[in-house]
């Protein structure tokens, strides 16, 4: 009785801690809003609510545009997401080649690829469903290989014990050990879905959020500016709770970790070793040149590689060309690097300062989950319009949208540490520090390099982004100068150069986790 | 052949090794085993001497170093895919999203035999699993999901039953009634049994014959024949039996210094 009682009153707290932070931060929000009315343009919910009152049916409509091709891009890329993942995993000598050109794809530029698609979809939803799909198909890929190839070793004998083979496999065991994995993947698809919706409107589309958003910043209408954000994030959140929910009621047990797998390989032999990203350039190339000439596309904007290569490489002028390119990408750089930074670090520091206070956590945990679904690029005009167009907005717009899922993953890495070995530490009463510094610490270390590798063209992403809809400096400003008078050339080369720093930067972090972990603990390395 | 007699299993030459050079982990020596049609052989010997490699070997589950296995005549891939033999697996192997029906029903689907309720029913009864049915692998206990594997084992009723430690996690006394119980389950029907177990006791009580390996690489270190008329009873005959294998297992594992 007594029992039950402390169980109910338990899980009254779980929910009252969330309820109550949420609220003081509403009411934080407010006040600040209200303090820096002058400085900084920030508007609290109130105005917010009054705002969305008086323009409740623009804003609906435009909602649910933007919603609905959010929702088509979330099927098909998702789709293409599954069939990517499946073949992988029944090919398994394709599997290399498959996540490689996966990777790049989700490395392709969000900003710069919508002017593209708009020209080569022309008006209407084509480029809002592509940069939706686009943006979510790589965060449904990447854990669903990791499901499929969770199970224990001794599941697939099973199946080998009766002489079946690899389909059965996938059926009998891989598809269902793999949905918890799915589901994770899904639901931070879905605001995903709803940042690739907006930003296909971002360039000349008629209706939708972004449309609205880009409106609201442009006229400087700062009430409008924070409605739409908070709208656009309210969607999200609805998105990822909804998510969750299915997924807890189909899958019982705690969702799973996700470890997002290095470039998985064995040690090969060298010459293999450099072939490879050789192969994975070439076949990239080919589908690049087949695909723009199947859709037969104006070679006006439509550029293929040997464009791009005259235009860095082989043309007249190529060398100024290159310095231009260069000079943005430095610019872009040097801004995107210490907001990466900054964002892992807090993200690590609030983590491990959670672990160490649990009864904070229960009240902060719940409201970072939620807040990880807001697309935080979304917020990018808002931030830009509080701290100006400084290096300290586009900084604080990178180490944002790093923050929440570096905290989230290092806060669930830390909670992983098996219980045997925490009851090993008590046994010997190590204080809380000592415990974090030798048995938590390094348990965790496998989910921030996932983190820290995802993290690297997020960075990219919200630095352009920064600088395409507000700053107008580094690579960003220079791909929205291209777009609007028709730059094609050095749209396309802004394109190739920031995917392929991307790609690079997400190697040498793999590079550096591969390092680290091998001290740490070889049996934590991520196949 | 006759396709429903038990078949005779040959290791030839048989060896494992892990990993690859300078990281080299022999986890099998060569060894030439046979073990005759229709009898239970029972195979003790240290942890991690190599027990499990061996069965994955005869499984053709893993690929052998050097040497052969032939079962019958046939290669294990052949028997596999005619579903006529069966693993239970040292972990159990039950997938966690099926009931214990689902489980047991499943080594029919996968062995293409057509499904058979009343046959899965009666299995988890022998098993003494009854009454839990549709519950799933979370809600059993150790030895009760092994008890399951077991089931599931005998569901396709193969000529070649390859057991790996499958009363490992069973507590004494349901050992001694399993141990009393099921080995009538294959012992009718003409199966070739390898048994693997850390218990001495069960091995003498089960099997036709126990073979001892060293510690890895393994060995074989004593092949000891059990005649014991069945059913089988505790008693004089028996513990000297018992007292054998104790004593060859261990010699089996002088101190030897290990490689650095
Ligand atoms: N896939 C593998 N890769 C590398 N080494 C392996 C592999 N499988 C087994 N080994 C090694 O081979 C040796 C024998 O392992 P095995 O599982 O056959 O032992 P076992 O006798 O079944 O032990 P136990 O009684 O504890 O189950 C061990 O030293 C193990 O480390
Ligand atoms: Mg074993």
Redesign the interface.
């Known amino acids: 009785m007594t029992i039950a009682l402390h169980q109910l009153r338990r899980r009254g707290a779980d929910r009252f801690y969330p309820v109550l932070s949420a609220l003081v931060a509403l009411l934080m929000w407010e006040l600040l809003a209200r303090v820096f009315a002058q400085t900084y343009l920030i508007a609290g919910p109130v105005e917010i609510s009054r705002y969305l009152w008086d323009h409740a049916g623009l804003v609906a409509r435009a909602a649910g545009i933007t919603t609905f091709a959010a929702a088509i891009g979330f099927v098909l890329g998702n789709a293409v997401a599954i069939a990517l993942a499946v073949a992988a995993v029944l090919l398994p000598s394709l599997a290399r080649l498959i996540s490689a050109l996966a990777l790049v794809v989700f490395c392709l530029p969000l900003v710069a690829t919508g002017p593209i698609l708009r020209v080569i979809w022309g008006p209407g939803l084509g480029p809002q469903i592509t940069l939706a799909a686009l943006a979510v198909y790589y965060t449904t890929f990447l854990p669903l290989m990791v499901g499929l190839r969770a199970a224990p070793p001794s599941w697939f004998d099973l199946v080998r014990s009766y002489g079946r083979g690899r389909f059965s496999a996938l059926v009998e065991v891989r598809a269902m050990a793999s949905l918890p994995y799915l589901f994770a993947g899904l639901q931070i698809a879905a605001p995903a879905a709803f940042l690739g919706a907006m930003f296909g409107e971002f360039t000349g589309a008629e209706r939708g959020m972004g449309v609205l958003t880009i409106r609201a910043m442009r006229s400087l209408d700062v009430a409008g500016t924070w409605a739409l954000a908070s709208t656009a994030a309210a969607i999200s959140m609805l998105a990822y709770a909804g998510l969750g929910r299915l997924s807890r009621a189909l899958n019982n047990g705690p969702p799973p970790l996700i470890l997002a797998p290095v470039l998985e390989g064995e040690r090969r032999a060298r010459w293999r070793a450099l072939l490879h990203p050789i192969l994975v350039t070439l076949i990239l190339l080919a589908i690049w040149w087949l695909s723009m000439e199947a859709a037969n596309l104006s070679p006006f904007f439509a550029k293929r590689p040997a464009d791009v290569w005259a235009f860095l490489i082989t043309a007249p002028e190529a060398a100024a060309h290159r310095a231009t390119l260069g000079a943005a990408l430095l610019e872009t750089l040097v801004l995107a690097l210490p907001g990466y930074l900054l964002g892992l670090a807090l993200g690590l520091g609030l983590a491990i300062v959670l672990v160490l206070a649990p009864k904070l956590a229960r009240g902060v945990m719940p409201v970072a989950i939620a807040l990880r679904a807001i697309p935080i690029v979304i917020t990018a005009p808002l931030i830009v319009v509080a701290l100006g167009r400084g290096p300290a907005g586009t900084i604080t717009i990178v180490a944002l949208m790093i923050f929440f899922p570096s905290l989230v993953a290092c806060y669930q890495g830390l909670a992983r540490t098996p219980r045997q070995v925490l009851d090993l530490f008590d046994s010997y009463a190590a204080s809380p520090l000592r415990r974090m510094a030798s048995a938590q610490f390094p348990a965790m270390l496998p989910a921030f390099f996932a983190a820290a590798r995802m993290a690297v063209p997020a960075a990219i992403l919200a630095a352009t982004t920064a600088e395409w809809l507000a700053t107008g400096r580094g690579i960003g400003g220079l791909m929205a100068l291209t777009a609007s008078t028709s730059g094609y050339k050095m749209l396309w080369s802004a394109v190739v150069v920031l995917a392929a720093v991307a790609v690079a930067g997400y190697v040498v972090v793999a590079q550096i986790e591969r390092a680290v972990l091998r001290i740490y603990g070889a049996e934590q390395l991520t196949r | 052949m006759q396709a429903n007699a038990p078949p005779p299993i040959q290791c030839r030459d048989l060896s494992r090794s892990f990993g690859h050079a300078g990281a080299r982990v022999d986890a099998l020596e060569p060894v030439e085993l046979h073990f005759a049609a229709g009898e239970t052989t029972a195979i003790v010997g240290p942890s991690g001497c190599g027990k499990s490699t061996l069965l ?1 070997l005869i ?1 053709g ?1 893993d690929t052998p170093s050097t040497g052969s296995v032939r079962i019958g005549g046939e290669t294990p ?1 052949q028997m ?4 006529a ?3 239970a ?3 159990a ?1 039950l ?1 966690p ?1 099926r009931t214990v029906r689902g489980n047991i029903a ?2 029919r ?3 293409r035999l057509p499904p058979d309720p009343a046959s899965v029913d009666r299995l988890i009864a022998l098993v003494g699993l009854a009454g839990f049915e549709d519950r799933r692998p979370a809600d059993l206990s150790g030895g009760m999901r092994q008890r399951a594997a077991i089931a599931r084992c005998l569901i ?1 009723d193969p000529r070649v039953l390859l057991l790996d430690e499958p009363f490992g996690a069973v507590d004494e006394l349901t050992r001694a009634r399993l141990n009393h119980e099921l080995p009538a389950l294959w012992q009718g029907r003409g199966v070739t049994t390898l048994l693997v177990t850390h218990s001495v006791s069960e091995a003498v009580m089960l099997s036709d014959r126990v073979i001892v390996l060293s510690p890895r690489p393994a060995r074989v270190v004593a092949d000891i024949a059990i005649d014991l008329a069945r059913p089988r009873a505790t008693g004089a005959e028996a513990d000297a039996l018992i007292a054998n294998v104790t004593e060859a297992l261990a010699q089996s594992a002088p101190p030897r210094p290990q490689p650095a």
């Not at chain 2, 596999?80 to 579903?83: G, T």
């Open positions: 994955r499984a589950l891939l596999r895919q005619r579903a033999l069966s693993v697996f040292q972990d192997a997938l999203w499943l080594a689907k996968l062995a396709s």
